[in-house]
């Protein structure tokens, strides 16, 4: 494969262009419509691991760029490239929607091209979000992402889809509508909608408090941090499992994004000044959302407040800089805490991913979400069980699984910072072990429940297959987290050598 | 030597993977062959590695197998340090693992679980092994972390029992407790240290003897005390030191080869073998050292009084073994590490001949585990009783037995410590030594001696256990007799752990022993004229009489007593205590939390009050949109009318 081959359009248009072809063999073919989404969707995983392969970490300049003048009256320009926070978070949403499309196979029977053609057109436009240099072009990407995701839990949500849909659709609309004024204050001062001329706009401390709060509230919202994160729960419980999946394994990770390629880079000043609230909100996600999570009758709400708990990690991580190099005066432990909260995000898309699945496993079955319709589901489901076992391990950060790596990385940083940080955060070794192995103690362990479990089959080869690959990534990233890692050093150096130069 | 140090990793792995995941295509027998043999490499193979390292004095071995990630250029790896240390703990984890797979053949006969078991026991020494041969603190968190995995899978091993899922998730939740602080303390480490590798940080260790660091602001606490008490914690939990105690009796829900090989001679003893292998930082805070002799010896004595009460057999063994890892964790404090290491080495051979034993019984009784239905069994298995019995004499420390040595040892160091904390903690090990010998003879006498209390169908049925679960009986038996008088000179006077484990000359008390020690012989025989073999016979003389002689007279105390006894049945109540305060006062924030602040305030007052709000604005607006001529024309007439009046009263 060339360099010069424009790869990152291929990876975004690809799926859509397939996703449009798979909407045209239509609903009444629901056989050729699941085949030719798992060939797109496996496809686009495949071109998009030259992103990995072709990548040099050794730069920090982005990547694989390819720029075309789009709206040339505002110099609104196609402007592409990836860095080592990007490429990771596209072969992560590939690989995820290849993951969706197995696990609507025969469950979806319900408009079934239109389901896989949502989901596809949907990864092409996140892999937008994540390649767009253009503030313009991101923040298209950014709002058509919401299309898809709107149409899957409106149609192929549960009971109440449609409370839960606007709820989503809302919260996030609200928040990003702050940020385009933002974008444009900032093209009007730099005249170039170029996110990496944001990054050289020198601003005032009162215009960069007031983006900033305009960033904080776009992407709080995706994370989602507290107090902006109750949309979340509603539209997991109302969302079909694909939709769960790629919410909680993506769409969250976009908010970790934008802390990375704009509030960071663009406001350092405020986010300086600022940075105790985000990491208080953190700390809050941490612990307090732990304890909500302990209390819920409902497994995916449960996996809901766990993925927010997680998130916290993320925040936290990516803010800790600034108390680091203040209390200490240097940037020693800082990459640490950026790089924890990048494999977080990673971990937790595998995590969360497979934990969406396992519901959604027992769903088809029996289909209730709630704890207390199950019990023993080992005694009948033997293999589903370890896998479930296993997930919630990682989910409670246990070393040797990907959950363990970003959530170490980001203590020992935050230690170096203050200690009643790293104290706060720890708690969830605890609280984290505690709402996952009381929800496999209620469902998994004990005597069989009632007869809905007497009559489970265990998981078919499909089955087998979609968690075999998650669990397969998640040991990888827990016992070697390097190569994940390795890419990343030079964009985190470089990311972290700009914010703690002032820009006023 | 490499190769070898992978080969006793990976062989206990492989065997563990292929009787998992192909458990059902290879058969039972496959899986215990599989295992078996991986697991016997592992233990041939540690024995040429102490061979190797302790007799043949090689040099130690430290070097890293692969980088797991490179950060901030700190090198993160997986590699092995192997000295004596780890030499003694790989030839004791494999031994008695191997011991308890043999065993296992015959406990787990008719267990539909049979492949999964062993599946479970040959990770489980994966993991043990991979804790006490890691050259640095992750390595060193991970192996921590997977043995408290396995054990959460074993105690949980029977699945259907409400109990043992209670227990295995108190037992996982507990442990991290204490892994909360240790990993606290490994995140002190790097901040000071800026490296996670045992030879930097040992090397550097000296230089931060000052450094001070602030918590609480305008306190100076010195960094090495507050990293020190961090790691402890992580110790009181995995090796159960009051009050992260309360895991260890309820982890007895698993079957009894892992309460064997886990929960009495390996893994709980990882704690132990942790603040042995730090003693380089240990050393350099007194205080530290005394928070540790201090929760040793509560440990050692409360938790022996508990035994006392208990009916249980494989309960009262448990609450022993908590009270034995008091007397390590006493050791520790008063910097006798390698007395500490004695006696964890002598304690897991004779433990795990107890709990063995026990399961044999258990075996014979047919499941039935409370010894006041049992007694006299000593006629219908004899090798069970005769190994019990051996097994016992060594627990209360019998001069010449194995745990004679390493106690009396750990007595002797305690009583030469000057540290705070030595005198409670003499007090405490002293008295301990009455107790065991109390709750050990109590068991034995009401297990194998006096009126046969068992329902005679059972009765009918008793007889000695097959070869599978005999055979690791005797071949436990010979070190629980003989491996104290062995090596106590090399292991506590020697030069076996020079260069490895580190202790200031004003802390060695080890030397003053030294000075006093006259070969093994001559230990044995000054012992039969100590002080703490008065108390074992004394120990052994009231249990006779209260069991054999006079069994009506502990009712009687036990009325008479009342108060006492209702603390003592209660386990001093922690179990209450957590459950009310920290499950359930949890489980009470996280409801009001979310009933209050995420459904009534965020919810309800700010998300669907302003589209309330909403909707209430627009439902007063539409009145004034009627679609009636005659409304609107008396609106403008009315707004016409407060326009002029405005204008003109101006």
Same mark, same amino acid.
């Given at each position: 494969?060339?360099?010069?081959?424009?790869?990152?359009?291929?990876? +975004?248009?690809?799926?859509?262009?397939?996703?449009?072809?798979?909407?045209?063999?239509?609903?009444?073919?629901?056989?050729?419509?699941?085949?030719?989404?798992?060939?797109?969707?496996?496809?686009?995983?495949?071109?998009?691991?030259?992103?990995?392969?072709?990548?040099?970490?050794?730069?920090?300049?982005?990547?694989?760029?390819?720029?075309?003048?789009?709206?040339?009256?505002?110099?609104?320009?196609?402007?592409?490239?990836?860095?080592?926070?990007?490429?990771?978070?596209?072969?992560?949403?590939?690989?995820?929607?290849?993951?969706?499309?197995?696990?609507?196979?025969?469950?979806?029977?319900?408009?079934?091209?239109?389901?896989?053609?949502?989901?596809?057109?949907?990864?092409?436009?996140?892999?937008?979000?994540?390649?767009?240099?253009?503030?313009?072009?991101?923040?298209?990407?950014?709002?058509?992402?919401? +299309?898809?995701?709107?149409?899957?839990?409106?149609?192929?949500?549960?009971?109440?889809?449609?409370?839960?849909?606007?709820?989503?659709?809302?919260?996030?609309?609200?928040?990003?509508?702050?940020?385009?004024? !933002?974008?444009?204050?900032?093209?009007?001062?730099?005249?170039?909608?170029?996110?990496?001329?944001?990054?050289?706009?020198?601003?005032?401390?009162?215009?960069?408090?007031?983006?900033?709060?305009?960033?904080?509230?776009?992407?709080?919202?995706?994370?989602?941090?507290?107090?902006?994160?109750?949309?979340?729960?509603?539209?997991?419980?109302?969302?079909?499992?694909?939709?769960?999946?790629?919410?909680?394994?993506?769409?969250?990770? *976009?908010?970790?994004?934008?802390?990375?390629?704009?509030?960071?880079?663009?406001?350092?000043?405020?986010?300086?000044?600022?940075?105790?609230?985000?990491?208080?909100?953190?700390?809050?996600?941490?612990?307090?959302?732990?304890?909500?999570?302990?209390?819920?009758?409902?497994?995916?709400?449960?996996?809901?407040?766990?993925? *927010?708990?997680?998130?916290?990690?993320?925040?936290?991580?990516?803010?800790?800089?600034?108390?680091?190099?203040?209390?200490?005066?240097?940037?020693?432990?800082?990459?640490?805490?950026?790089?924890?909260?990048?494999?977080?995000?990673?971990?937790?898309?595998?995590?969360?991913?497979?934990?969406?699945?396992?519901?959604?496993?027992?769903?088809?079955?029996?289909?209730?979400?709630?704890?207390?319709?199950?019990?023993?589901?080992?005694?009948?489901?033997?293999?589903?069980?370890?896998?479930?076992?296993?997930?919630?391990?990682?989910?409670?950060?246990?070393?040797?699984?990907?959950?363990?790596?970003?959530?170490?990385?980001? +203590?020992?940083?935050?230690?170096?910072?203050?200690?009643?940080?790293?104290?706060?955060?720890?708690?969830?070794?605890?609280?984290?072990? !505690?709402?996952?192995?009381?929800?496999?103690?209620?469902?998994?362990?004990?005597?069989?429940?009632?007869?809905?479990?007497?009559?489970?089959?265990?998981?078919?080869?499909?089955?087998?297959?979609?968690?075999?690959?998650?669990?397969?990534?998640?040991?990888?990233?827990?016992?070697?987290?390097?190569?994940?890692?390795?890419?990343?050093?030079?964009?985190?150096?470089?990311?972290?050598?700009?914010?703690?130069?002032?820009?006023? | 030597?490499?190769?070898?140090?992978?080969?006793?990793?990976?062989?206990?792995?492989?065997?563990?993977?292929?009787?998992?995941?192909?458990?059902?295509?290879?058969?039972r027998s496959?899986a215990h062959w599989?295992t078996i043999?991986?697991v016997?490499?592992?233990?041939?193979?540690?024995?040429?590695?102490?061979?190797?390292?302790?007799?043949?004095?090689?040099?130690?071995?430290?070097?890293?197998?692969?980088?797991?990630?490179?950060?901030?250029?700190?090198?993160?790896?997986?590699?092995?340090?192997?000295?004596?240390?780890?030499?003694?703990?790989?030839?004791?984890?494999?031994f008695v693992s191997l011991m308890v797979h043999i065993y296992t053949i015959g406990y787990m006969h008719d267990d539909d679980g049979y492949q999964r078991f062993f599946s479970y026991i040959a990770?489980f020494?994966?993991?043990?092994?991979?804790?006490?041969?890691?050259?640095?603190?992750?390595?060193?968190?991970?192996?921590?972390?997977?043995?408290?995995?396995?054990s959460?899978?074993l105690i949980g091993f029977w699945y259907k029992r409400e109990s043992a899922?209670?227990a295995n998730?108190?037992?996982?939740?507990?442990?991290?407790?204490? @892994?909360?602080?240790?990993?606290?303390?490994?995140?002190?480490?790097?901040?000071?240290?800026?490296?996670?590798?045992?030879?930097?940080?040992?090397?550097?260790?000296?230089?931060?003897?000052?450094?001070?660091?602030?918590?609480?602001?305008?306190? @100076?606490?010195?960094?090495?005390?507050?990293?020190?008490?961090?790691?402890?914690?992580?110790?009181?939990?995995?090796?159960?030191?009051?009050?992260?105690?309360?895991?260890l009796p309820d982890s007895m829900e698993g079957p009894t080869p892992i309460s064997a090989l886990i929960h009495a001679a390996t893994m709980v003893?990882?704690?132990?073998?942790?603040?042995?292998?730090?003693?380089?930082?240990?050393?350099?805070?007194?205080?530290?050292?005394?928070?540790?002799?201090?929760?040793?010896?509560?440990?050692?004595?409360?938790?022996?009084?508990l035994g006392i009460v208990q009916n249980d057999i494989k309960r009262v063994i448990a609450y022993s073994t908590l009270s034995q890892?008091?007397?390590?964790?006493?050791?520790?404090?008063?910097?006798?590490?390698?007395?500490?290491?004695?006696?964890?080495?002598t304690h897991a051979f004779f433990k795990a001949l107890l709990f063995l034993g026990a399961g044999s019984v258990i075996i014979a009784m047919h499941h039935e585990q409370d010894i006041r239905k049992m007694g006299g069994l000593w006629k219908y298995m004899p090798i069970t009783w005769v190994t019990f019995l051996l097994g016992t004499l060594a627990l209360i420390?019998t001069?010449?037995f194995a745990g004679?040595?390493?106690?009396?040892?750990?007595?002797?160091?305690?009583?030469?410590?000057?540290?705070?904390?030595?005198?409670?903690?003499?007090?405490?090990?002293?008295?301990?030594?009455?107790?065991t010998s109390l709750y050990s003879f109590r068991l034995y006498f009401l297990v194998f001696h006096g009126k046969e209390r068992m329902d005679h169908h059972t009765q009918e049925h008793l007889h000695e256990t097959p070869a599978v679960v005999t055979v690791p009986l005797i071949l436990l038996a010979i070190p629980s007799v003989?491996?104290?008088?062995?090596?106590?000179?090399?292991?506590?006077?020697?030069?076996?752990?020079?260069?490895?484990?580190?202790?200031?000359?004003?802390?060695?008390?080890?030397?003053?022993?030294?000075?006093?020690?006259?070969?093994?012989?001559?230990?044995?025989?000054?012992?039969?004229?100590?002080?703490?073999?008065?108390?074992?016979?004394?120990g052994f003389?009231?249990a006779w009489?209260l069991y054999m002689a006079?069994p @009506?007279?502990p009712e009687?105390?036990?009325?008479?007593?009342?108060?006492?006894?209702?603390?003592?049945?209660?386990?001093?109540?922690?179990?209450?205590?957590?459950?009310?305060?920290?499950?359930?006062?949890?489980?009470?924030?996280?409801?009001?939390?979310?009933?209050?602040?995420?459904?009534?305030?965020?919810?309800?007052?700010?998300?669907?009050?302003?589209?309330?709000?909403?909707?209430?604005?627009?439902?007063?607006?539409?009145?004034?949109?009627?679609?009636?001529?005659?409304?609107?024309?008396?609106?403008?007439?009315?707004?016409?009318?407060?326009?002029?009046?405005?204008?003109?009263?101006?």
């Amino acid at each position: 494969m060339l360099p010069e081959l424009p790869l990152l359009s291929f990876v +975004i248009w690809f799926p859509i262009l397939g996703g449009v072809a798979v909407l045209f063999v239509g609903d009444d073919n629901p056989g050729r419509a699941r085949t030719l989404a798992l060939t797109v969707a496996i496809l686009s995983f495949l071109i998009s691991i030259p992103l990995y392969t072709l990548f040099d970490p050794a730069t920090a300049a982005m990547q694989f760029q390819e720029f075309a003048p789009w709206i040339p009256a505002f110099t609104v320009n196609y402007h592409l490239g990836v860095d080592g926070f990007s490429m990771p978070l596209i072969l992560l949403t590939a690989f995820m929607t290849v993951l969706v499309v197995i696990a609507g196979w025969e469950v979806v029977k319900y408009r079934v091209a239109q389901y896989m053609a949502a989901f596809l057109i949907m990864e092409g436009l996140m892999i937008g979000v994540f390649t767009a240099l253009d503030a313009l072009l991101f923040y298209v990407f950014f709002e058509a992402m919401l +299309i898809p995701m709107f149409l899957i839990i409106g149609i192929w949500g549960g009971p109440r889809r449609v409370y839960a849909t606007i709820k989503f659709f809302l919260y996030t609309f609200i928040g990003s509508v702050f940020m385009l004024i !933002a974008l444009i204050y900032m093209y009007n001062q730099a005249n170039s909608f170029e996110i990496l001329d944001f990054h050289k706009l020198p601003l005032s401390m009162t215009e960069q408090v007031l983006i900033f709060f305009a960033f904080v509230l776009a992407f709080s919202v995706k994370v989602p941090m507290w107090p902006v994160h109750t949309w979340l729960p509603d539209a997991h419980v109302e969302a079909p499992t694909g939709g769960s999946v790629i919410l909680a394994a993506i769409t969250l990770k *976009i908010g970790g994004y934008g802390f990375l390629r704009f509030a960071l880079p663009i406001t350092p000043d405020a986010a300086n000044m600022l940075d105790w609230l985000i990491i208080t909100l953190s700390l809050i996600a941490v612990v307090y959302i732990g304890l909500v999570a302990l209390i819920q009758q409902d497994m995916k709400k449960l996996i809901a407040y766990s993925s *927010i708990a997680h998130m916290g990690f993320v925040t936290l991580g990516f803010f800790i800089v600034f108390g680091l190099y203040r209390n200490t005066g240097s940037l020693s432990g800082a990459a640490m805490g950026i790089e924890g909260g990048m494999v977080q995000m990673v971990s937790h898309g595998f995590i969360s991913g497979a934990l969406f699945l396992c519901v959604g496993v027992l769903y088809d079955r029996v289909h209730s979400r709630q704890i207390k319709d199950y019990g023993g589901v080992v005694n009948t489901m033997p293999i589903f069980a370890a896998f479930m076992v296993l997930f919630a391990m990682a989910n409670s950060g246990l070393p040797g699984t990907s959950g363990f790596v970003g959530e170490f990385l980001v +203590i020992l940083s935050s230690f170096k910072a203050n200690f009643w940080i790293a104290f706060l955060a720890a708690t969830t070794l605890i609280l984290g072990a !505690a709402y996952t192995l009381w929800l496999v103690k209620r469902v998994i362990f004990g005597e069989i429940g009632n007869s809905h479990v007497a009559e489970l089959k265990d998981v078919s080869t499909r089955e087998i297959v979609m968690l075999s690959l998650l669990a397969a990534a998640v040991l990888l990233l827990g016992l070697w987290p390097d190569p994940l890692t390795s890419v990343m050093h030079t964009t985190v150096d470089n990311l972290l050598q700009h914010v703690i130069v002032t820009k006023l | 030597m490499q190769n070898i140090y992978l080969g006793i990793i990976l062989a206990p792995l492989m065997g563990a993977l292929i009787a998992g995941l192909f458990g059902r295509k290879i058969g039972r027998s496959g899986a215990h062959w599989i295992t078996i043999i991986g697991v016997a490499t592992a233990f041939l193979l540690s024995l040429i590695v102490l061979r190797h390292h302790v007799l043949s004095g090689a040099a130690p071995y430290n070097g890293s197998i692969y980088t797991w990630m490179i950060v901030e250029g700190i090198r993160l790896e997986v590699g092995f340090l192997v000295d004596n240390l780890t030499a003694i703990m790989m030839a004791t984890v494999t031994f008695v693992s191997l011991m308890v797979h043999i065993y296992t053949i015959g406990y787990m006969h008719d267990d539909d679980g049979y492949q999964r078991f062993f599946s479970y026991i040959a990770l489980f020494t994966f993991a043990m092994l991979m804790l006490v041969m890691s050259n640095n603190f992750l390595q060193l968190f991970f192996g921590w972390e997977a043995v408290g995995l396995v054990s959460y899978l074993l105690i949980g091993f029977w699945y259907k029992r409400e109990s043992a899922i209670f227990a295995n998730m108190k037992a996982f939740l507990v442990n991290r407790v204490g @892994d909360f602080g240790f990993l606290l303390g490994i995140a002190a480490v790097l901040m000071a240290f800026n490296s996670l590798d045992y030879a930097d940080v040992f090397a550097a260790a000296p230089l931060m003897a000052s450094m001070t660091v602030q918590i609480i602001p305008g306190a @100076d606490w010195s960094l090495m005390t507050v990293t020190c008490i961090l790691l402890f914690i992580g110790a009181m939990g995995k090796s159960a030191q009051v009050p992260l105690h309360v895991w260890l009796p309820d982890s007895m829900e698993g079957p009894t080869p892992i309460s064997a090989l886990i929960h009495a001679a390996t893994m709980v003893t990882a704690g132990i073998f942790m603040v042995a292998r730090m003693s380089p930082l240990f050393e350099l805070s007194p205080t530290a050292l005394s928070v540790v002799l201090v929760i040793g010896s509560i440990t050692a004595l409360f938790m022996g009084f508990l035994g006392i009460v208990q009916n249980d057999i494989k309960r009262v063994i448990a609450y022993s073994t908590l009270s034995q890892l008091g007397y390590m964790t006493v050791a520790l404090g008063v910097s006798a590490y390698s007395a500490a290491i004695f006696h964890l080495m002598t304690h897991a051979f004779f433990k795990a001949l107890l709990f063995l034993g026990a399961g044999s019984v258990i075996i014979a009784m047919h499941h039935e585990q409370d010894i006041r239905k049992m007694g006299g069994l000593w006629k219908y298995m004899p090798i069970t009783w005769v190994t019990f019995l051996l097994g016992t004499l060594a627990l209360i420390g019998t001069p010449g037995f194995a745990g004679f040595y390493s106690k009396d040892s750990i007595i002797e160091a305690v009583h030469a410590s000057q540290i705070p904390g030595a005198g409670f903690a003499y007090f405490a090990v002293m008295l301990g030594v009455f107790v065991t010998s109390l709750y050990s003879f109590r068991l034995y006498f009401l297990v194998f001696h006096g009126k046969e209390r068992m329902d005679h169908h059972t009765q009918e049925h008793l007889h000695e256990t097959p070869a599978v679960v005999t055979v690791p009986l005797i071949l436990l038996a010979i070190p629980s007799v003989v491996i104290g008088a062995m090596t106590i000179e090399p292991l506590l006077f020697g030069e076996v752990f020079k260069g490895v484990i580190m202790v200031t000359p004003e802390h060695n008390v080890l030397e003053h022993l030294a000075e006093h020690f006259h070969g093994a012989m001559n230990f044995a025989l000054h012992g039969l004229t100590g002080l703490p073999f008065i108390l074992v016979l004394a120990g052994f003389g009231s249990a006779w009489y209260l069991y054999m002689a006079r069994p @009506d007279v502990p009712e009687r105390i036990r009325q008479l007593a009342a108060p006492v006894y209702d603390i003592l049945d209660n386990k001093y109540y922690f179990d209450q205590f957590y459950q009310r305060f920290f499950a359930r006062g949890s489980c009470e924030t996280g409801t009001v939390l979310w009933k209050y602040v995420d459904a009534g305030l965020i919810d309800g007052l700010l998300v669907n009050g302003t589209a309330r709000w909403v909707g209430w604005v627009a439902a007063v607006t539409r009145h004034l949109q009627s679609g009636y001529l005659y409304h609107y024309a008396f609106a403008m007439i009315i707004g016409l009318l407060i326009l002029l009046t405005w204008f003109v009263t101006r």
